[in-house]
């Protein structure tokens, strides 16, 4: 179960509950996928709603390696996110706030 007060969101992907969380790392690595010239553009890409679904994965994938998950990009890409895409941009934003809250 994710701790919100140590900025952990809880995935389900196929079945498995995973817990993810931005680590200073996992940001690091943020940074160069999502081309960001820093993290508070990588946040406001998020407040103005200009994110696309390449972010919302992106995101995902760091947060869910953060959280200790040894998955790529494609297996992602190929995995059931419960709730749909509109739960993965909610998680994503979560590991976001939370990250900064």
Do not use: C, K
Not at 11 to 39: F, N
């Amino acid at each position: 179960m994710a701790n919100p007060h140590a900025g952990e969101v809880d995935i389900t992907l196929d079945g498995t509950l995973h817990t993810a969380r931005l680590t200073l790392g996992a940001l690091a690595e943020l940074e160069a996928s999502m081309q960001a010239d820093s993290l508070v553009a990588l946040v406001a890409r998020f407040e103005g709603a200009s994110y696309t679904t390449r972010d919302v994965i992106a995101l995902l994938v760091a947060g869910l390696r953060g959280g200790g998950w040894h998955g790529t990009t494609r297996d992602l890409l190929h995995a059931r996110i419960d709730g749909g895409p509109l739960e993965a941009a909610r998680a994503a934003a979560l590991l976001l706030g939370r990250a900064f809250g």
